[in-house]
């Protein structure tokens, strides 16, 4: 089992800055790939960016391609998502996920309770 923590959420005005972060305990050892969501009210959840945890390779949603930034801290099983030049589109409860092992599925294995992000214009 992972357990994943999200933190970092908050008000912002458009064109600002916010990082979050994401902590994973528990069976960190073999994690696998680290994913961000987000969900719009009255909207469905959408995958926003992806890093695999051992090689670091990272992909990203068009929509927030140039803007957003996913990395990790390895020694604290942290990642982050740096989001930059925010948009009042961007408003959502963004989601942490994980998956172990050597395989992920379109559905992560693993969700943090999610941290509210308000842009505001």
């Known amino acids: 089992q992972v357990q994943l923590v999200e933190s970092g959420g908050g008000s912002v005005q458009a064109g600002g800055s916010l990082r979050l972060s994401c902590a994973a305990s528990?069976?960190?050892?073999?994690?696998?790939?680290m994913r961000w969501f987000r969900q719009a009210p009255g909207k469905e959840r959408e995958f926003i960016a992806q890093?695999?945890?051992?090689?670091?390779?990272?992909a990203y949603a068009d929509a927030v391609k140039g803007r957003f930034t996913i990395s990790r801290d390895i020694a604290k099983n942290t990642v982050f998502l740096q989001m930059n030049s925010l948009k009042p589109e961007d408003t959502a409860v963004y989601y942490c996920?994980?998956?172990?092992?050597?395989?992920?599925?379109?559905?992560?294995?693993?969700w943090g309770q999610g941290t509210l992000v308000t842009v505001s214009s």
């Open positions: 996920a994980a998956d172990t092992g050597f395989w992920a599925g379109a559905t992560p294995a693993y």
């Open positions: 890093l695999s945890w051992s090689a670091g390779n990272t």
């Open positions: 528990g069976h960190t050892f073999n994690l696998y790939l």
